[in-house]
């Protein structure tokens, strides 16, 4: 399959038409629009800038009865359903990942079937104010999405802002940084709600919290209010929202910190990859491996692994010391040769248990993207010492045996779920990489555009177009193929 040019879009079969060239954001605004979803944005449409170039996620609460539909168009967009690490969920609430091909942007969409607020890997609360929120939604003329009533929505953000506090505030010298923009949409909103709605809301709908407790919590919103105080007033709200909460598991804690150390983004519910990325040298691997992941990364688990290069296991950096010393030393050749081809056995296990741990990663619902993987037909590039003339000298029955156990370690090397391969003219690939031997770079550009890549279902790209439009192509096809 050859692929130079950005893929076209997936026809439209959601029944809605859509400016062209537009946005995936805009076309998702159309789409809800044209099929009655009943739905509102109920938190951040005033970061807008924010959140349509993919900087920030997109928080939509959803009427159940329009569920169904609101996932078809998703799913006709081009998203995919994710799932956040273990403990880090809240019942009713899902994530949803999109491209925006025009953009090259990663789209994430927070749904809720239920309005929690709090962070979901500690005690969370949901507000029951779904129908009036989803009741109150307008679609104003600037907007994309609809909003809710200026009164419901200051209700929920004053209520989730003063759950934020935390008792390590004790010990900061200043405020928490995400209050400057607090203040910010509070302004916002007070301006087109008064205190009578506010109130009525409150009495109505959320009795439990008081007009004066709700005047509390704002007021820690506030600059210059005291971080015992903003400690106390959040333990006040805590005991009056006890009825709607919902506690972590006993392990949750234990997992917030492990991620942590260890941070990872959210598995795609259908299934992760193993994404191949090949070509010669010069030809933008290393480059566009490194592009792809900062762009998945930012919201779906994502590893990125050299199988050319793998981290040498303790084996490998013993022999290739003892060739080296042998080397020095001027040892026998044949010693020498042998020492030689048990290196390139050893890099082969290193290799296997690269890939191994690529493929667990993408069983959790990771993608990981691999450069320089071993498949056969690119042998000649990466693989067994025999295939690449390496090590020939070495001519015995042990010599023999470690070649047919090096060759069975690649045979038995799983195929990734998608192959790319960059494919650059040998010159152009010489002038990319001036400071590399001329004919070494000019005969691995031939060797990768003289193999038929057939049998591995590969996509093969142009990597002699401009950068820009080589990751966004392979962006395109990656993520259509998850």
Not at 39 to 56: D, I, L, M, P, V
Not at 94 to 117: K, P, S, T, V, W
Not at 240 to 263: C, E, K, M, N
Not at 336 to 347: C, G, P, S, Y
């Amino acid at each position: 399959m050859s692929l130079s040019l950005l893929p076209t879009a997936a026809p439209n079969r959601s029944g809605f038409t859509a400016p062209s060239p537009s946005s995936l954001v805009a076309r998702l605004g159309a789409a809800l629009a044209s099929r009655g979803v009943v739905y509102c944005q109920w938190k951040g449409h005033g970061k807008r800038e924010r959140w349509a170039n993919g900087r920030g996620d997109i928080d939509l609460l959803v009427e159940r009865a329009s569920w169904a539909d609101f996932t078809d168009i998703l799913s006709e967009l081009g998203f995919k359903l994710a799932l956040p690490p273990a403990g880090r969920e809240a019942s009713g609430v899902l994530h949803f990942f999109g491209l925006d091909e025009r953009r090259g942007d990663m789209i994430h969409i927070h749904a809720y079937q239920r309005l929690a607020i709090g962070s979901p890997w500690r005690t969370h609360y949901r507000i029951p104010l779904e129908r009036e929120l989803l009741a109150s939604a307008q679609l104003h003329e600037d907007g994309i999405f609809k909003t809710a009533a200026p009164e419901l929505e200051l209700v929920v953000l004053v209520l989730r802002l003063a759950l934020r506090h935390e008792p390590q505030d004790l010990l900061r010298r200043e405020p928490p940084r995400w209050l400057d923009g607090a203040i910010t949409e509070l302004d916002r909103l007070e301006e087109r709600a008064t205190p009578a709605q506010v109130a009525a809301v409150l009495s109505k709908l959320l009795p439990e919290v008081s007009i004066k407790l709700f005047e509390r919590c704002r007021a820690t919103l506030l600059p210059g209010c005291p971080a015992r105080r903003r400690i106390a007033v959040r333990a006040q709200l805590a005991r009056a929202l006890r009825a709607h909460a919902s506690r972590p598991t006993v392990f949750a804690f234990g997992d917030r910190l492990w991620r942590r150390i260890q941070p990872r983004g959210q598995s795609l519910a259908g299934g992760g990859a193993v994404v191949a990325l090949l070509g010669g040298d010069g030809s933008g691997k290393s480059t566009c491996a490194e592009a792809l992941t900062a762009w998945l990364s930012a919201g779906v688990a994502t590893l990125h692994l050299h199988l050319g290069r793998p981290p040498r296991s303790l084996a490998t950096l013993v022999i290739g010391g003892a060739l080296k010393a042998a080397r020095v030393l001027r040892l026998s050749p044949q010693l020498v040769a042998h020492l030689d081809l048990l290196r390139t056995v050893a890099t082969g296990v290193d290799r296997a248990r690269l890939q191994t741990r690529a493929f667990r990663f993408a069983a959790d619902g990771g993608i990981a993207i691999c450069e320089r993987y071993p498949l056969p037909q690119g042998w000649s590039l990466s693989g067994p010492s025999e295939v690449q003339g390496h090590a020939q000298a070495a001519q015995s029955k042990l010599a023999t045996a470690l070649r047919r156990w090096e060759r069975k370690l690649y045979e038995q090397l799983a195929r990734p779920d998608l192959v790319f391969v960059l494919r650059l003219d040998p010159e152009t690939a010489v002038c990319r990489k001036p400071g590399e031997p001329a004919d070494y770079v000019r005969e691995r550009a031939r060797l990768t555009a003289a193999t038929d890549w057939t049998e591995t279902g590969a996509v093969i790209v142009d990597a002699a177009q401009p950068l820009p439009q080589v990751v966004a192509a392979l962006k395109a096809e990656l993520w259509k193929s998850l």
